[in-house]
């Protein structure tokens, strides 16, 4: 798809670790999509709850909702992933879709991805953030460093329409949204972070 610049416009899965229906995670990734709609087509994806658990057994043939999910995420420049934090970690049903893709090496080597996160505690989902990076890194997916954004205490963030409506984080989310856009370009061109 072009802008109006000539330029291309990324397309970016966005994975919420929550099926819940109101969750904070999934209303960031919509947020996302709106904030940077001139620079990426964010889709979020919606079918994380017909991927089954993980089995190796279960493997051949492959379940329809894990190749549902892996055709989402061959199909996207890059990935989006807002995590809420369960026990100072990821939710399961993030980590065994993250399982479920890795089974396709491919898939997830070199893939730009971006990381943020919202909880309703005080530490902004910092410790679930560190565990999605800790599990990409044993993938390949190019994550991206900075900026950060860690969303403490959500419910005050959001209006009753879900919307979000603090500034502080609106603007934060603007910057993530900016900055991953570059770093998608930058992978593409085999730009490789220093260190
Ligand atoms: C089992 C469970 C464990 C949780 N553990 C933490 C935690 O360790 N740290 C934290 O900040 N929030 C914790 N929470 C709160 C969630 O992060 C919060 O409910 C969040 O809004 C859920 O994300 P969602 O709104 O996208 O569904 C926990 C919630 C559940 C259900």
Redesign the pocket.
């Known amino acids: 798809m072009n802008t109006s610049e000539g330029e291309t416009l990324k397309s970016v899965l966005g994975i919420?670790?929550?099926?819940?229906r109101?969750?904070?995670?999934?209303?960031?990734l919509n947020e996302a999509a709106h904030l940077g709609r001139e620079e990426l087509r964010l889709r979020v994806y919606e079918e994380l709850d017909q991927v089954p658990l993980f089995n190796e057994e279960h493997e051949h043939p492959i379940p329809h909702g894990v190749l549902h999910l892996r055709e989402a995420v061959r199909a996207a420049d890059g990935l989006l992933i807002?995590t809420?934090?369960?026990?100072?970690?990821m939710?399961g049903i993030l980590k065994n879709a993250i399982d479920w893709i890795s089974r396709e090496e491919a898939l997830l080597k070199g893939k730009p991805v971006a990381i943020i996160g919202?909880?309703?505690?005080?530490?902004?989902?910092r410790?679930?953030q560190a565990a999605v990076r800790q599990t990409l890194a044993a993938t390949g997916a190019r994550v991206m460093p900075q900026p950060m954004l860690f969303i403490?205490r959500?419910?005050e963030r959001f209006d009753s329409d879900g919307r979000l409506h603090d500034v502080a984080t609106v603007s934060g989310l603007t910057e993530v949204v900016r900055a991953f856009r570059l770093w998608i370009d930058m992978q593409a061109f085999g730009v490789r972070p220093r260190g």
């Open positions: 919420a670790g929550s099926l819940r109101a969750s904070y995670n999934r209303r960031l807002a809420p934090e369960y026990n100072q970690s939710p919202a909880t309703i505690g005080s530490w902004g989902t410790l679930a403490a959500a419910g």
